[in-house]
């Protein structure tokens, strides 16, 4: 007699076999590797039936769409068991080789060294030389290499320079892992080594050049189980302006320099009120981020609703130069087909669109920005109003034929809508 859990797991799996292999055809990946990497990791954590449905293939879909299969090396599929909800829930997060792998076969750096150090390594390097790191460890001796002292990673390009090179001591990666939604989770008990250096991974990524879509959804998967907006606790001040670039006087992260954070992180802190301390005598007021206008938090976010129009905007009157025609069609399609990545939940939608703002607008002449901001508000009131469970196919449909009339085209990729 087979198993529940035999026929339970093929079920789960082939029922997303047709929006499943596209995308992964699109990723040199096939449904059937998929499928057999699928039911591998059941046999290994049963308690991955134990997920929601929904869940499940929200997970499973965002790990297909990064070209990444859940065999505990590229990727994993973790189940956790969700307070709010009352249910496990899964969740899908890519390990340091999917991630290494990705950013390779996408061309977006030709080198990545990501490593633990330990108290028996050497390990050396100068502060203001990004070529002198040294690491090394004797392979073949008895001698365990001790506990873990720091982590770094180093980005190279084609031409094997350093694009940049990141360190991180171990109070920082320790903080990490206190900032992280479930501290003592399996994966933190099991896999230490990895977290740390997926840690490193990706505050060394927000210092590189990243203009790849698929690649920077990617390395944007990490902040689900990591909570970086609290991290480092070290400031960084940048030497020629004295401006602080990471953290406040106060250990908080600046929000300039955290292109990480999640809309929902960012909604969060502007809800946060004004807290007074004293110091030196003095008042201070130290405002976490956003401003405070003494109201509740319900009404705060009772007049976030009301902000959220009835309409797309009104694309803008810009006659398009022949020559230009071209690329605003690539970049605009780009932009209008985020509301379409149903793969993706209304979040990490968002995320995905402020993240490509400054890459879309180095791509396109100033003149044509103003139709490049209502693409994006358009996009984004699209994600917003059906995140509100409220109808948006037939006004975004409406504002792609809009673009289209005015780049004078007969078509615009914008993804296929929900049935």
Known sequence: MNSPLALSAPAVIDELRGE???ILAENGQS???LRTVFMIAVQ??????????ESLRREISKCAADGLVPDSKEAVLLPYWDRDAQAHLANYQPMVYGVVKRMKELGSVFNIVCEIVCREDTFSFNAADPD??????DVFSDTPRGETRAAYVIFRDDQKRVMHREIMTLAELQSVRNASKAPNSPAWRNFEGEMYQKAVLRRGSKYITINNDKIRTLIERQDALFDLNALPAVERIDPFSGRTIENDASGRPALAHNPGATADTRQRRERE?????????????TRHSGINDG?????????????LPEKPPELPDISVRQEDVEKATEVFSKVLRVANEHELDPADRRVTLKQLVPSWKESLPDYLHPILKACIDATDWSIRTAAEGKSWMGDHAAFVFKVKSLLGIEKLNVGKYPD
């Open 295 to 307: 109201s509740t938090r319900d009404e705060q976010t009772e007049k976030k609703k009301a902000d």
């Open 20 to 22: 499943l292999a596209p």
């Open 44 to 53: 290994q954590n049963p308690d991955i039936l134990k997920c929601t449905p």
């Open 273 to 285: 009120p004004v807290e007074s301390r004293s110091e030196g005598g003095a008042n201070i007021q």
């Open 132 to 137: 002198s790191l040294v690491h090394t460890w």
């Open 31 to 33: 449904f059937d590797r």
